[in-house]
């Protein structure tokens, strides 16, 4: 019995040892399968494997129950793990053989048979079908974020593959679109070939059976690929190629900014606009606010402050302005009204008073903010704030500098302009010129929305006209007699019971009934007709009344003219589209010329505004001083004092504020009058003769004119251009206009034939004209200024002089001609009396002004 079960041992000196004999068992081999039966995972974002996830049994079951049909070498499924990344499952199984090569070539054949024969394997989609594939390398299962893409990075660790041989390795997978080599490759990395698969399947099938496996080379060393996903675009390049193409990248850039604020930020800003312009964002319209604030003053918690009337009896002589400016805004707009008028004349209470018992929808600009305003950023702020543009981003101005030269840098020139509402353009009217052109469409809106209200208002009112005439002929008929219930007849029947359903109705008179009836048709008719007029006329005034109006406050463009210009253009734009009624209020009339450059082919309406008479002044005196609590007796020269500072509001503001202080009528009016002789002997004349030669006018001119008008309130216009020392030049007398020496009126554009027309000259201020006595009766002023004046005077007429004589001698070397036999004169001997005489005339000029000289200078020698 233990000889059966062990050799016996025996020990030889020169005979091998041999141990038990054991049956010899093989171990099962392992292998790897790839099913491609989940989605592919496109990104972090993709939802489609939790939808794979209910299905995942079913196929799992399916999967395993197909692959197990396969017999051969013992083929044996181990398990099965998903891989969602990639679309799809590792299956392991088991096998065994003694050359595992050609066992593992028949099974995949098996595989394939069997898939094909079924239809191929379930996938996670009804309509999509599997397939299974052998795993030939060591698959690397990662969790990173790094998705599936087309292009595939195979690595060699080892000799580089040559492309044919990567083709045929790789093409059984799928179609391959194109294998490309890079040029380069960083120190310290494997050489790499890029493959490109037509899909993105085929990508992740090559890469989960291909990774690991090792090539063998021609140089009998082996080769391991590592495939990685390599994504089709690399930032680093994309950002080398940007940086290497500033000239394209940037306009680019720059336009995509501009179209989205075209497409985001602009309809923003005009819905604002048109929501601080209808007050969609002011509490005090909401009705809930409205509704408290009844109860409060009903239940006199709140008692509202009374408001006196605006038509004080200062103003009484602005009613022919007034009338104008209702006229202008009760017609369609054709042309920008331009208001005009000094300081304190009632300008902004008149348009006032006009446009709160209109009821119109108002839009202030205000100019003199733009002037004071102390950057661009400032300025754009200031526009936006007035016209509610919301967003904008001024603060982006700052950085047009650095832009620019970045700009310089790269490509050398200076980047284009961006368009206005991105608020990176270096030129700050485009700016404003395009935010003004957001205004625009937002008035557009606002005068829609009115129509519309207006078309509405209007029906209403129509239809309850016609409902009101319907019902009055109804009660015309009941009166008569001639009006039937036909809701009786359903009660008394019809046919013969019918006559149950009649009233007190007149039969007697059938013919007169019928005329009657005629008649309240034809009436009807005529009344339906009249009506219809009446609605067509209220929409025709609703339409105008719905136009928005436009108020542009002090448009004085003597800094940033510009921005002047811009808004000029703008204010055009709008009477030449009729979108809104734009009154223009100023100070002074020279500021019309760059409205009329805006406006070329229709003149402005002018409206202008003088100083209040002496009767309201004096009223409007008296009723501040009593409301302050100081009564006068306004003596006779009280009341002359008063009248020395005419309308002029400022003026007497001024005035009442001393009289407040303790200081006299009187006294008061004759400082006033002193610091205007010390303001304008500094303004019109300068301190010394440097000074005097940066004034836009001449000493001799203003000196000339305050003569003139130191002794009438109002002088000719034309008269005062042609004679000297203007001699026809309007820019002085326009530059003393600015400075406010002087006013220069017009003709009215409705009461006079010649609209528009300089017709008289009048000082700036009514107390100027004062002033201008106490220049002139200042004896050592005037002396001074009357020496210089005829020093002028002499120099023209001794230039006069010298041209005669340069003449006649030229006549005498042309020689006398013989008289004519008639004895009539000659050409050459009438030219010369004509010179002799105007020589005459000259030196008699020369002689009296040397003479007036002289006296002048004994003046200045006793001093004063």
Known sequence: ????????????????????????????????????????????????????????????????????????????????????????????????????????????AELKEEVAKRGGLPSWWQGARANVWLVKGKPWTEDMWRFPTQFVNVAFEGPDIREERLYHLFRPYGVIIDIQQPTSFPAGTLRSSNVLFKSL???????????????????????????????????????????????????????????????????????????????????REFRIYQWLRAKSVELRIYTPAFKTSSKEEVWKERELAEKDVRRYLEDWPSTIAFMHGPQGSGKSRLLNNVLTDSERTVLTVDCRPLQNATSDAQLLTVIARQVGYWPVFSFFNSANHIIDLASVGLIGQKGKPVIVASNLSSSLPDQVREMLSVVRIALDSVKASHQRDVQRKARRTTQAEARALADALHLERIRRGTWHDGRLDCIAGNGIMAELGVGDELFDDDISIATVEVAEIERQQRNEQEIKKKEKGNAELGAVESLPVVVIRNFDGSTREEIFDVIAEWAASLVEQQLAHVVVVTDNRENSKRLAKALPSKPLQTIALSDADEASALAFVKRKLKDAGINLEYTREQVASVQCLGGRASDLESLIHKVRNGVTLSEAVEDIIARGVSELRKNAFGDDEDDAKNLPWSREETWSLFKLLSKQAEVPYHDVLLDFPFKGDEASLRSMERAELITIATHNAIRHIYPGRPSTIRPGRPVYRYVFERLVNDPIFQATQDIAFNEKIIAGAESTIKACEQELLSLKEIGTQAEHWWGGNTASSSRSRYLLSKMQVATMKIEALERRNVELKMVLAKGG
Do not use: C
């Open 1 to 108: 019995m233990l000889g059966r079960i062990s050799r016996p041992q025996r020990f030889f000196p020169l005979r091998r040892h041999y141990a038990d004999d054991k049956p010899t068992i093989r171990a099962p081999l392992r292998g790897q399968l790839f099913v491609d039966a989940l989605p592919v995972r496109l990104g972090i974002w993709d939802p489609r494997h939790y939808f794979a996830v209910f299905r995942e049994d079913h196929i799992f079951g399916v999967l395993r129950a197909r692959l197990s049909n396969v017999v051969a070498h013992g083929f044996t499924i181990v398990d099965i793990q998903p891989y969602y990344k990639d679309g799809g499952a590792f299956v392991t199984f088991e096998y065994t053989a003694s050359d595992s090569e050609n066992a593992i070539r028949t099974i995949e």
């Open 201 to 283: 399947r085929y990508a992740t099938i090559a890469r989960n059976t291909i990774h690991g496996l090792e090539v063998s080379t021609p140089e009998s060393a082996s080769t391991r690929l590592h495939l990685t996903y390599s994504p089709p675009f690399h930032p680093h390049k994309i950002q080398e190629w940007l940086t290497n193409h500033p000239k394209i990248v940037l306009p680019i850039i720059i336009f995509l900014l501009g179209s989205l604020t075209y497409t985001i930020f602009d309809p923003i800003r005009s819905f604002m606009i048109q929501a601080k312009m209808q007050d969609w964002f002011d509490i």
